[in-house]
């Protein structure tokens, strides 16, 4: 294994000889940033979604892979649940692209998708792997992973083979989350992989008649997790009904309540390209 192609190339410590999956020469593929938490639950694939809809917005290229193996939801949050991935004569496998968002996870392979995937870590781990190199993302400036819960082995085979650039992590602001939380930003620290920036999901309500916000939390307890943690916050989000289904096509939302929330991201995605570059 070499380090050439490889978007980390010069900017890692790995040792060439054992890191890394190779992927298809077809692909370039600018930046690799995983979404992560620690904790289930606290909207990290909502998160995915929503900074590949503002990066998208933005032009860049953007994809998305579901590394969450036995628990896949970017289908259903991008809305193309019923799609199915199919493969090319030379053994490639093509994404699935909406919004112009390329996509892949193990949905668009089963023929339910409540059919549950029960396999040992390293079969999952070698999927994931698959991903990256079967699939043909072609150009992209970012490729999104949704991780899987936790901070266990398929979590560890991502870290370690593929070349990823950083972490955004997300959180929800209970005490229970934080401490989990920093566990995945300690697993970071440990794999040499810098923690971006974090998102503070479902942090405040939004009082629909005077706008006002309603923490649900002390914010100075926030603010004393990430000098700890050393992370800069890159912004919170509300929690609100229109989150709970982003599914942009089928939901009730208005059109300024999305707009909101999409400018909230925008600003979150913006602040990850300037610290990308
Ligand atoms: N800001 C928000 N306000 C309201 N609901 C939200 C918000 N963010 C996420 N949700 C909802 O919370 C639930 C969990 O979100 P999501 O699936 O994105 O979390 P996750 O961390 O990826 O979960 P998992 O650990 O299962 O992968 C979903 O029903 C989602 O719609």
Not at 192 to 198: F, M
Not at 232 to 244: A, E, F
């Amino acid at each position: 294994m070499s380090c050439e192609g490889c978007p980390n190339a010069g900017n890692c410590n790995k040792d060439a000889s054992t890191c890394g999956v190779e992927t298809n020469p077809k692909n370039h593929i600018k930046d690799v940033v995983a979404v992560m938490s620690g904790k289930g639950g606290v909207g990290k694939s909502t998160m995915t979604v929503l900074l590949a809809k503002s990066l998208a917005a933005q032009g860049k290229k953007v994809g998305i892979m579901d590394a969450d193996i036995t628990g896949p939801s970017i289908p259903r949050l991008m809305g193309v649940e019923d799609q199915h991935a199919y493969g090319t004569k030379e053994n490639e496998i093509l994404p699935v692209v909406v919004d112009d968002i390329k996509l892949m996870s193990l949905n668009f392979m089963v023929e339910n998708e409540s059919e549950p995937v029960i396999w040992r870590g390293p079969i999952v781990g070698n999927v994931v792997k698959q991903f990256y190199t079967d699939v043909l993302w072609e150009d992209l400036d970012v490729l999104l992973i949704d991780m899987p819960p936790g901070t266990g082995d398929v979590a560890l085979t991502i870290m370690q083979s593929l070349p990823l650039k950083g972490v955004v992590m997300v959180s929800t602001p209970q005490p229970m989350v934080s401490m989990i939380v920093e566990k995945a930003i300690h697993m970071c620290e440990k794999m040499d992989i810098p923690v971006l920036g974090l998102i503070e999901n479902m942090a405040y309500l939004e009082c629909p008649n005077c706008h006002e916000h309603i923490d649900f939390y002390n914010k100075e307890e926030l603010d004393t997790f990430l000098k700890k943690v050393k992370v800069p916050c890159y912004g919170m989000l509300p929690q609100v009904d229109l989150l709970r289904d982003i599914n942009m096509y089928s939901q009730s939302y208005t059109l300024e309540q999305q707009e909101k929330t999409m400018d909230l991201m925008k600003e979150i995605a913006q602040r990850m390209c300037d610290d990308l570059q």
